[in-house]
Antibody, heavy 118, light 107 residues
Framework: EVQLLESGGGLVRPGGSLRLSCAAS????????MTWVRQAPRKGLEWVSS??????YYIDSVKGRFAISRDNSKNTLYLEMTGLRAEDTAVYYC?????????????WGQGTRVTVSS | DIQMTQSPSTLSASVGDRVTITCRAS??????LTWYQQKPGKAPQLLIS???SLETGVPSRFSGSGSATEFTLTINSLQPDDFATYYC?????????FGQGTKLEIK
């Protein structure tokens, strides 16, 4: 059974940093693309970033501030977030793609909440 | 960037009804579209991939159709568990994008 467990969220001041982690199990992590999706309070879903065989990709609003990475030896996906802004406040979900070159979210974690506020 | 527009934003229906949600892409995305269901406080769940392929375990009353720029999600014979928010999502071109969501409410 696929399991994705996000951690690392919390309250941070504007301009601060956080590193989100997503521990994966139940599948061969290294052979799947992975994605981060966020959902601001009472808003819809927003794709943030993906990592797969063709590289890394970001929504414009986080380029230069967020970095996605993975450690296949630890079956863990990361999202390093710097220069955080109030508009980054959201629940962040990690999601497994359908294979290494296709990052559409197939299975989702339960999310970790990030609040950016002074 | 590709914009995904869902309609309607809110849909009121009764148990047993047949409903259709439309998703339009600002440019052709072939069939690279998924549909998700999300309930309050929960993570989204994948219903349909490649525009029309039903995921394992999803009831057959759900179906998807369309290609290029126009797609539909149809739910036949609505059940109480189906009242939720539905999102379409394109994964043809980066940056990926979601529709704004359709909230399906009990009439």
């Amino acid at each position: 059974e696929v399991q994705l467990l996000e951690s690392g969220g919390g309250l941070v001041r504007p301009g601060g940093s956080l590193r989100l982690s997503c521990a994966a199990s139940g599948f061969t992590f290294s052979t799947y693309a992975m994605t981060w999706v966020r959902q601001a309070p009472r808003k819809g879903l927003e794709w943030v970033s993906s990592i797969g065989s063709r590289g890394t990709y970001y929504i414009d609003s986080v380029k230069g501030r967020f970095a996605i990475s993975r450690d296949n030896s630890k079956n863990t996906l990361y999202l390093e977030m710097t220069g955080l802004r109030a508009e980054d406040t959201a629940v962040y979900y990690c999601a497994k793609g359908s294979h290494i070159s296709s990052a559409e979210p197939v299975s989702w974690g339960q999310g970790t909440r990030v609040t950016v506020s002074s | 960037d590709i914009q995904m527009t869902q309609s309607p934003s809110t849909l009121s229906a009764s148990v047993g009804d047949r409903v259709t949600i439309t998703c339009r892409a600002s440019q052709s995305i072939s069939s690279w579209l998924t549909w998700y269901q999300q309930k309050p406080g929960k993570a989204p769940q994948l219903l349909i991939s490649r525009a029309s392929s039903l995921e394992t375990g999803v009831p057959s009353r759900f179906s998807g159709s369309g290609s290029a720029t126009e797609f539909t999600l149809t739910i036949n014979s609505l059940q109480p568990d189906d009242f939720a928010t539905y999102y379409c999502h394109q994964y043809d071109v980066y940056p990926f994008s979601f529709g704004q969501g359709t909230k399906l409410e009990i009439k």
